[in-house]
T-cell receptor, first 111, second 110 residues
């Protein structure tokens, strides 16, 4: 079993819809949670990070963490075609700055 | 803005060749990483370095080595390229605002 599981998609939604992405993880030592966005032929870029259980909002993006269920989510409100990308969850390991990544979910927002 | 530059976007190499992938950062970050990205497998850590001449194996170091002679430059070396090393290779640095990735090198080994 992978440490971090993520549905690969693709997830296709119409413009303006809410996009819902999630990851499950098995290592209870993970304390920090990140979401990266990766456009085609580019490296991933940090979108959001959160430490505690609960919700964190940043504009149209909401990150949600449920440590008891080892489940994290990312919601994108009022989705735009420019949100079409692969979204990766990531969690720092206990030692050092190493990250463990999910496999990524490809999102397509159709105009 | 931190910039991480990977010297090649696309490379095609033959089986058995020695391959060098170069990565340069323009900030004073100590930690640098090499990942490979494959469909369905996500990003997997090959090697990382936390200082000049310091390196540690990641999760999949077999068939690879690294070099960090200067703080800003971290090189990934494929000692004898094989077809199963065909992949997207991503270099990253870690600072207080998290990771910054380069644009990647898509390597094809034929």
């Amino acid at each position: 079993q992978k440490e971090v599981e993520q549905d690969p998609g693709p997830l296709s939604v119409p413009e303006g819809a809410i996009v819902s992405l999630n990851c499950t993880y098995s290592n209870s030592a993970f304390q920090y949670f990140m979401w990266y966005r990766q456009y085609s032929r580019k490296g991933p870029e940090l979108l959001m990070y959160t430490y505690s259980s609960g919700n964190k909002e940043d504009g149209r993006f909401t990150a949600q963490v449920d440590k008891s269920s080892k489940y994290i989510s990312l919601f994108i409100r009022d989705s735009q075609p420019s949100d079409s990308a692969t979204y990766l969850c990531a969690m720092p390991r206990a030692a050092g700055n190493k990250l463990t990544f999910g496999g990524g979910t490809r999102v397509l927002v159709k105009p | 803005d931190v910039k991480v530059t990977q010297s090649s976007r696309y490379l095609v190499k033959r089986t058995g060749e020695k391959v060098f992938l170069e990565c340069v950062q323009d900030m004073d970050h100590e930690n640098m990483f090499w990942y490979r990205q494959d469909p369905g497998l996500g990003l997997r850590l090959i090697y990382f370095s936390y200082d000049v001449k310091m390196k540690e194996k990641g999760d999949i170091p077999e068939g690879y080595s690294v070099s960090r002679e200067k703080k800003e430059r971290f090189s990934l070396i494929l000692e004898s390229a094989s077809t199963n090393q065909t992949s997207m290779y991503l270099c990253a640095t870690a600072g207080e605002n998290g990771y910054t990735f380069g644009s990647g090198t898509r390597l094809t080994v034929v």
